[in-house]
């Protein structure tokens, strides 16, 4: 049968009857399993309007349906892995052509439904993407109800996330939840759940690449669509690192307090904090800055930053002169970390703030609590007693102040004391205005009667003896500002007493030669005086050189050197020379003492 059925058709090849012959010669060749025979003669006959059309397209796909299966084939490379595409076998190919074309005569019949899964999975398979994923998009928007349309969607999302091809992903995530049969369907979850996790892979790939603000603008577009998703407080985070890398410190800031007011049990937020912290104060946004780095050192006492933290939100608040709150984050840190090396500077922080409300009680409280943290000889010991007494001294109670300076005093001078140049400049400033007022007295002893100049001037002797013991003091003290100053009121005080004595009034009375000899008499006892207080300006002004201390005392005292002798100076020699104050005895001639009789 099947050799005159294949004359006839070689003879009459478009006779009535070849069509019918045809078809049963592909039948024949199916029956004895020549379907790869069949499967030709079903197409030919199915590209021919008849009644054998949709049997024969089906028939030829299932007689290569037969072939495929009957043969054992190379393993492939896993799904979607497949870097270039490889040749589709033969049979596979022809197995495709069959099913394409069964389709295409029957796009409407559901038979076609699996055929056109088949021939797209068999091209994905073998590494054909563009055309597979092509077929299965078609799929799903021609089928979207039907198991090969689900599946459809499940391999094209699986492909591209595989792929990390997240821009693709999201727009096929998009077209197919604007499909209503396929949103309202089962796979509306996997859709939704596959678009938040490529939205992310998107942004991160986005910020991977350097491209910050992209990234962020992605992150915080996740964040807005998937406010509720688990990660939604990662997406916030990470659009903070990005705008903070792009230099956008505003927008950090911005978000990093909607992700503490969104997610405030996030594990970000930690980090959140601190570095909405920092960048306040990177901005000079002190008030916010403080704000934040003492919730973070309260939130969370027992990390490592919170010490730094909790320290610097009360400098911040020191500097913005809210003493009573600096103070209790001062207090609270020495209260937390007592060992921390900071907690010592945080007690003599709270001793200033004080000093500064004029809570002088509190002040001198915290001064001596600061000293008592170190030992009895050391330099931070001696300069917070100092500020204690100084406090002391200065507002209400003085003598208090004085003792306490007089024993600083003692250990000060001893021969083991260590420098503590800060304790001393307070030690001898107290020391000094403590001597101002007789210093002032003893400016203003007048020798205003020969009959008394005698008495007048011996009365004054000793008190200058007495006051400049008392400058030497301060001197011995080492501190150079009141060494200088202390050397200048010397000065000015043996040139007080010269100028006192060279205009002292003669006796009445007496003649022109006991005149001359009483002028003769209390020149011997001025002049020297006179050198005196010049030998003591000069020391004033070396010794300023010397310790390199330049005050106002430095300028009287080079002052007075150029009013004493314009040439000498600038060039002085520096000498060493230890006081010795009102060295000469004053001399009288009997002759001039009984004139003040």
Known sequence: ????????????PKAKEAYDLRYYMA?????????????????????????FRKKSARSAVASMKNIVEAKKYKKLP?????????KVPQEKAKYIKMLDNFVALLPKDRIGHPMR??????????????????????IVNDLPKTSQGKSSVKVIL???????????LIAV????????????????????????????????RLSKQKKYLQAAQAFVAYQGEFSRARNAPDALYNATLNYFNDGKVEDAISKGKLLLKKYPKSKHVKNVVLDIAQSHESLAEFKNAAIYLERYAKSYPNTKKSRLTLYNAATLNKGLKNYRKSIDLYLRFKKFYPKDSLAKAALFEVAQLYEKMENYNQAVKYYQQHAWQFDVNSEPYFYSMALSADIQFNHGNRKGGLKQFDRLYAKLIGKKSVPAFDARRLVARAMFQDINKQFSQFQSIKISRASKIEKDVKYKQNRLSYIARKYQKIIDLGSGEFTVASLYRVAEMNENFADGLLSAPAPKGATQLQVDQFRSSVEKVAFPLREESEKYFEMAYNRSKEVQTFTNWTRLARSKMTQINEEKYPLVNERNVKAEYLSHRLIWQDDVAKLGN
């Open 1 to 12: 049968a099947l050799r005159l059925y294949n004359m006839y058709l070689a003879n009459f």
């Open 173 to 204: 995530c998009r077209q197919f939840l604007g499909n209503k049969n396929i949103a309202n369907s089962k796979l509306k979850n996997n859709l939704n759940r596959t678009l938040r996790d490529s939205l992310f892979g998107q942004a991160v």
């Open 117 to 138: 899964y088949t021939a797209a999975f068999t091209l994905f398979e073998y590494g054909h993407y563009g055309k597979s994923l092509g077929r299965f998009e078609k």
């Open 78 to 86: 896993p799904l979607g892995q497949i870097s270039k595409a490889m």
């Open 27 to 51: 039948e024949i060749h199916f029956t004895f399993k020549n379907y790869d025979k069949a499967s030709d003669e079903y197409y030919k006959v199915s590209q021919l309007e008849g009644k």
């Open 158 to 168: 699986s492909y591209y996330t595989e792929n990390k091809q997240w821009d693709k």
